[in-house]
């Protein structure tokens, strides 16, 4: 097991403050297709198996299908590169509001 | 027509082939051998015609050692790389800065324009490879600091979130 992925089963990614604050209807939840089932028989690795997997098992499935044309699957590479980018954005966009929300408590303690 | 012809064709050759023939004339030696120098000199006489064969005068010639390691009776010349001579003498190969004729250093091959120079440097050698390690060093302690300290400026972000673990995540997409 990797460090990086022992360090991701510590958690430590949960939300501080509700998520659902200033969304009255609620947030769309993040969500996989892949089954555990699927990624251990593609022996994906425990660090990807996050929220791009599909993306990924497009990818390899592609790349088994049209080996050793591998550049035809450029296309599901690249939608795979922006789902992390993708995932980047959620993440960081994560922190920013985690950051305001914890000064917005500073200052509602202080008052 | 037939004379004009054979004129035409035969001529260049026979011109080409006489400038071959006078420069085998004119050179000392027409393969590497030939160019081989020849054995150290022992007497003064020796030493007097080795000078006349490198176009040298007798109190100019100097061979280098024969300490198993020397050129024979090849003389011993000043260095003095190419980009050094003067570029705009009158020189017989301008592109080499040399006479016909001109005796060679040994390591003429290696001091050539685009190659090795001689000439004295602005700056000593230790004052350049103390300026050299002096800014490389600065950029590597810069570089230990931010990478020991945590202080790049970067766009921070949460711990990478894992799906199957129990815990809901959720994208900036509302729920209509």
Redesign the interface.
Known sequence: MGS?SA???E????YKHD??EG?P????????KTT?EEMESAKIPL?K???C?DYLMKFLECRNEKYPWVYKCHHEKHEYLHCQYE??L???????R??RLDERAAKREQH | MAALIKKALINPVLRNNGIHRLQFVRLAGYWNKDWKPGPYPKTDAERIAAAKKYGLLPQDYEPYPDDGLGYGDYPKLPLVSADMKDPLYNWDYPEMKRNFGEPMHTQYDAYTEERLSNARTRYSAKHMWGTFLGIMSGFLALHLLCEYNDWYLR???????????G??????????
């Open positions: 990086v360090k991701a089963l958690g430590g990614s949960d998520p659902l969304f209807n609620g947030r769309k939840p993040r969500e996989i555990l660090d198996r996050d929220y997997v995932d980047y959620i993440r960081m966009k994560d922190f920013e985690n950051r | 766009h921070p972000w949460t711990p990478p979130q894992y799906p199957n673990q815990k809901t995540h959720y994208t900036y997409e509302p729920v209509d």
